[in-house]
Each structure stands twice: as structure tokens, then as C-alpha cells.
């Protein structure tokens, strides 16, 4: 069975940092790539960032480029998102998303169960 746990979330000020973790089991983690999303209560899904299956290859929305890293360590199936210089429009519930293939480019099968993230004074 597949599992995604998201951990790593909370309350921040503004031009705070936060480093969000996805822990994996149920499948071969370094053979799929893998992405964050988010989502404000009563809006769509934004997606944040993504990687490849190898970590060589990352992509951001222009919305959190330069201030977020996403990265990850496949030895211990984990997945990761640097948040730094957070503003409050990043208020939102954070979800790990595994893909269906090593490629980025391809689509997710799977999300956890989100983790809050508030950016708040």
C-alpha cells in the first residue's frame, strides 16, 4: 500500500523558514518522481514544485521560485520542501504528490494527507 506522510508544518511569521518532509513506503521511492502541492480552503490545487525520480532535475511555479527547494533523499525514501522568505500568501495545506513514472513530466497517482502551513504575524 502506498503512504505519504507529510510532517514539518505550522505556524511562521512572514520572511520565516520551514523545511516540510513526505515520508514514503509502500513503493521503490527512488524510481518515481515526486511533487508538492497546495491548497487554500475553497480553492483549486496549486502546484508548487517537482522533481525527477534521481533529484537532478527540479521545477518550481513562478510563484515560490527562488525562495522554495524541493530535494530529496532516496536512501531514506523521503521527500522534502525548503520554504524560506515565506509570505502569507503561502498559507495553505501542503501535500506530497508521487508521479507515475521516473519522469516529471508524466502525472501523480497518489497525495498524502496534507500538512497546514500558516503565515502569519
Known amino acids: 500500500e502506498v503512504q505519504l506522510v507529510e510532517s514539518g508544518g505550522g505556524l511562521v511569521q512572514p520572511g520565516g523558514s520551514l523545511r516540510l518532509s513526505c515520508a514514503t513506503s509502500?513503493?521503490?521511492?527512488?524510481?518515481?518522481?515526486m511533487s508538492w502541492v497546495r491548497q487554500v480552503p475553497g480553492k483549486g490545487l496549486e502546484w508548487v514544485a517537482v522533481?525527477?525520480?534521481?533529484?537532478?532535475?527540479?521545477s518550481y511555479a513562478d510563484s515560490v521560485k527562488g525562495r522554495f527547494i524541493i530535494s530529496r533523499d532516496n536512501a531514506k525514501n523521503t521527500l522534502y520542501l525548503q520554504m524560506n522568505s515565506l509570505k502569507p500568501d503561502d498559507t495553505a495545506v501542503y501535500y506530497c504528490?508521487?508521479?507515475?513514472?521516473?519522469?516529471?513530466?508524466?502525472?501523480?497517482?497518489?497525495r498524502g494527507q496534507g500538512t497546514q502551513v500558516t503565515v502569519s504575524s
Open positions: 504528490q508521487k508521479y507515475v513514472s521516473s519522469s516529471y513530466l508524466s502525472s501523480s497517482d497518489y
Open positions: 509502500g513503493f521503490t521511492f527512488s524510481s518515481y518522481a
Open positions: 522533481i525527477n525520480s534521481g533529484g537532478g532535475r527540479t
